[in-house]
């Protein structure tokens, strides 16, 4: 059964960072695109960044310069690297794994003003 698990979230102040991992099991992690959402309180999940298995990102607009996602395919695991934290990043966030449709369990990321 593949898993994702997340870890890394805490709390942080504004202008601080936080890195998250998510580790994978099962050969999935090397043949699907890696992913990050978040979900803030009342709002709907929304797309952070994806990794390809080759390597390729992309970052939501409101996220670019600020976080970082790599991808470590010997240890199945995919990070996000999140600098300059704002409190409007304060959010649940989870990894993903596509096509698979996989999805872990999400850690809490608080940022303080």
């Known amino acids: 059964q593949v898993q994702l698990v997340e870890s890394g979230g805490g709390l942080v102040q504004a202008g601080g960072s936080l890195r998250l991992s998510c580790a994978a099991s099962?050969?999935?992690?090397?043949?699907?695109?890696m992913g990050w959402y978040r979900q803030a309180l009342g709002k709907q999940r929304e797309l952070v960044a994806t990794?390809?298995?080759?390597?390729?990102?992309n970052y939501a607009d409101f996220v670019k310069g600020r976080f970082t996602i790599s991808r470590d395919n010997a240890k199945n695991t995919v990070f996000l690297q999140m600098n300059s934290l704002k409190p409007e990043d304060t959010a649940v966030y989870y990894c993903?794994?596509?096509?698979?449709?996989?999805w872990g369990q999400g850690t809490q990321g608080t940022v303080s003003s």
């Open positions: 993903a794994a596509f096509p698979a449709g996989v």
């Open positions: 099962g050969s999935i992690f090397r043949r699907n695109v």
């Open positions: 990794i390809s298995s080759g390597g390729t990102t």
